[in-house]
Every structure is written in C-alpha cells, then in structure tokens.
C-alpha cells in the first residue's frame, strides 16, 4: 500500500529555471514530511522538511510547501542548478511516539538540469 | 568518516544462500534504520531500533529477514535462503533519539542470481 506517492518518475528542467516536484499522500496522520536527494550510488542525503503544523518552509534555492486539506506537498528548487540532478524523494513519517519515525517514501522523480 | 557506513557495497549470490548485510550508524545515534528500496520503487521501511527498546520488525517481508543490533553501534540485516526478488539496494540509516532527519548510508546493492 503506497501511502506516498510522486506521480512524476522524471522532470527535465533548463539552468536557471524553476523546478517543481509533487508528493501526495493517503494517511492523514502524517504529520511531518521531508525531502531527500539521491545521487547515484550514494544514500539519500536530507534537503529540507515541514512539519504539519506549518504550510511553508523555505532554505535556500529550496522551498517545500504543504497543503493539508489536499494531502500534497511540493518541492521548489529556484533557480535550477546542473548539481541539482539527482533522483528526489518524498517521504512523511507518524509520530505513534516520541521516538518513533519511520518514514514512508514515495518512488522518486528523476531531476535533469539542461546547461 | 563521521557519515553511516555499511559493507558490502555490493553483493552477489546465488539463489538459496544466506547473506549478511552491515551497518556501522554515526556515533552517538540511538536509532537505527533498515530499509530497501527494488529497482523504480521508493524505499521500503523494513525494522526500526530504537535505544535498548524491542526492535519495531513490522517491515520484515518474511520470516527469513531478521536483524540484529548491538547496544547502539552496529546492526547486522541477515537474509536466509534467499530468493531472486530480495535483489535491491539495502539502505541503513541512523538519526538522534527524538530525531526527524534520517542520515543514510550509501547501501548495498545485493543481487540474487
């Protein structure tokens, strides 16, 4: 059972423009949601996050935005650099305790930034 | 290194053999995670440990995965009698206790022929 899902397996943007990445979710207890970036053969390395109680989070060139009632988050990347190629993940994690975050990943959206 | 480590990188077997994955998380991080993500899917939560707390296993697709941790350092993933779709990449990952932002190591790909 997916309970995140990103739709989009790949986006192909040019240098300096806006890269927007989707993720909705099924579970509505979900209540903190990250984004992680992939290069090949390496882990996943932490971007940014939000958690539920806010619909905006800005670092950088990277801005996730959250929308509850919908149960879709988005990732902004602006602008667009070659070295934000990379495989992005979206994934949300349940609090059922103080010490408990597995997180639930959606599948990937392959970002290529065109020169 | 200050970063996850996990060995092998890679790991070849035949069909029916038992395999041995490593994780070594960053000192001082009281949980540790294990997850896998197949070839086009994202990854799949497998067994979570938390400090001496029982290990949450709800993730283990079958009775032939287990794992192990010791005290907070290193957890050992063990597959037995192994079956071609357990081929994936293993990721571990370890956080703070009460910690939201996972740090992962680089994996290994395991590949069951």
């Known amino acids: 059972d997916q309970q995140v899902k990103q739709n989009s397996p790949s986006l192909s943007v040019q240098e300096g423009r806006i890269s927007i990445l989707n993720c909705d979710y099924t579970?509505?207890?979900?209540?903190?949601f990250l984004w992680y970036k992939k290069y090949p053969a390496e882990g996943p390395t932490f971007l940014i996050s939000?958690?539920?109680?806010?619909d905006k989070n800005e670092d950088g060139r990277f801005t996730v935005f959250l929308n509850k009632s919908a149960k879709h988050l988005s990732l902004h990347i602006v602008p667009s650099q070659p070295g934000d190629s990379a495989v992005y993940f979206c994934?949300?994690?349940?609090?059922?305790?103080?010490?408990?975050?597995?997180?639930?990943f959606g599948a990937g959206t392959t970002v290529t930034v065109r020169a | 290194g200050a970063g996850v480590s996990q060995s092998p990188s890679n790991k070849v077997t035949e069909k029916g053999k038992d395999v041995e994955l490593r994780c070594d998380p960053i000192?001082?991080?009281?949980?540790l995670y294990w997850y896998r993500q197949r070839l086009g899917q994202g990854l799949e939560f497998l067994i979570y440990?938390?400090?001496?707390?029982?290990?949450?296993k709800s993730g283990l697709p079958s009775d032939r995965f287990s794992a192990e941790r010791t005290g907070e350092s290193v957890s050992t993933l063990t597959i037995q009698r192994t079956q071609q779709e357990d081929s994936a990449v293993y990721l571990c990952?370890?956080?703070?206790?009460?910690?939201?932002?996972?740090?992962f190591g680089p994996g290994t790909r395991l590949t069951v022929l």
């Open positions: 994934a949300a994690s349940v609090s059922f305790s103080s010490n408990d975050y597995k997180l639930s």
């Open positions: 440990f938390q400090g001496n707390s029982a290990p949450d």
């Open positions: 939000i958690s539920s109680i806010k």
């Open positions: 990952a370890s956080s703070l206790e009460g910690g939201r932002s996972q740090y």
């Open positions: 579970n509505s207890m979900f209540d903190y």
């Open positions: 000192s001082g991080h009281t949980a």
